[in-house]
């Protein structure tokens, strides 16, 4: 999955990120970044450019909100 973000933080960028499974609620793991909650993901203005179907539902699953 790629990830674009911009936050005053870390400006304008492209990351890789996949969906990691802990305590069996499903996880978004952004490199640089590490693990990401729901509310930091919206915190970063991160937006999803690119997403396999599974992994829509899995990160509805966790709480992630998101358009596409």
Do not use: C, W
């Not at 870390?10 to 990401?36: M, R, S, T």
């Not at 937006?47 to 396999?52: A, D, G, L, P, R």
């Amino acid at each position: 999955m790629i990830i674009k973000m911009y936050s005053l933080m870390y400006g304008y960028k492209k990351l890789n990120a996949e969906i990691k499974i802990i305590d069996g609620k499903p996880l978004l793991f952004v490199e640089e970044l590490g693990y990401v909650s729901p509310l930091e993901f919206i915190k970063q203005g991160m937006k999803i450019e690119m997403i396999t179907d599974k992994e829509k539902e899995l990160l509805k699953k966790g709480g992630y909100q998101f358009r596409l």
